[in-house]
T-cell receptor, first 113, second 112 residues
């Protein structure tokens, strides 16, 4: 297995534009997490899914952020409209129930100018 | 919900010294405590973990201790080497290993 795959690796966009980040979890994993990493706040849990269903989205900063998981092998995190303070590295991670190690993707570095 | 606090935020040691990073958690239902290492520009990766039925776990130069009564756990690195330089994150998870909440990270710098 290639591990958790995120795309794009880097994204530079202008303020106000829509941004979509993509994640493919490890095959067979039933939990998927989206994290945001900044120097000030570390790794913040934004939302997580179990069997494609959103379980806890309390970490989503505001309505400009939305996430979907249409099937077991794909998830998106969308920011619309984007703002400079959204600049961060966004990680996707997955794990299997009962096997608690979370495997992270390589992250997407988002820069909003 | 769970809240994990981590200290210190930065730690500088000389090669060969020991390093200790401490974390506290708030939810008494948490029962799984992993530690992740993140090298510059890379993804976090699990280095050691401990479950609530164990008080200490060792793996070569690294060890983790857990005090459930006080709700704190610590990472100990002995005989530090320059390649140990990285950001270390502690985390806590509830029953079923569902929601993993991270601390804010400790930047460890090991000087030769």
């Amino acid at each position: 297995d290639a591990g958790v795959i995120q795309s794009p690796r880097h994204e530079v966009t202008e303020m106000g534009q829509e941004v979509t980040l993509r994640c493919k979890p490890i095959s067979g994993h039933d939990y998927l997490f989206w994290y945001r990493q900044t120097m000030m706040r570390g790794l913040e849990l934004l939302i997580y899914f179990n069997n494609n269903v959103p379980i806890d989205d309390s970490g989503m900063p505001e309505d400009r952020f939305s996430a979907k998981m249409p099937n077991a092998s794909f998830s998106t995190l969308k920011i619309q409209p984007s703002e400079p303070r959204d600049s961060a590295v966004y990680f996707c991670a997955s794990h299997l129930y009962g096997a608690p190690e979370a495997f992270f993707g390589q992250g997407t570095r988002l820069t909003v100018v | 919900g769970e809240n994990v606090e981590q200290h210190p935020s930065t730690l500088s040691v000389q090669e060969g010294d020991s390093a200790v990073i401490k974390c506290t958690y708030s939810d008494s239902a948490s029962n799984y405590f992993p530690w992740y290492k993140q090298e510059l520009g890379k993804r976090p990766q699990l280095i050691i973990d401990i479950r609530s039925n164990v008080g200490e776990k060792k793996d070569q130069r690294i060890a983790v201790t857990l005090n459930k009564t006080a709700k704190h756990f610590s990472l100990h690195i002995t005989e530090t080497q320059p390649e140990d330089s990285a950001v270390y994150f502690c985390a806590a998870s509830n029953t079923g290993f569902q929601k993993l909440v991270f601390g804010t990270g400790t930047r460890l710098l090991v000087s030769p």
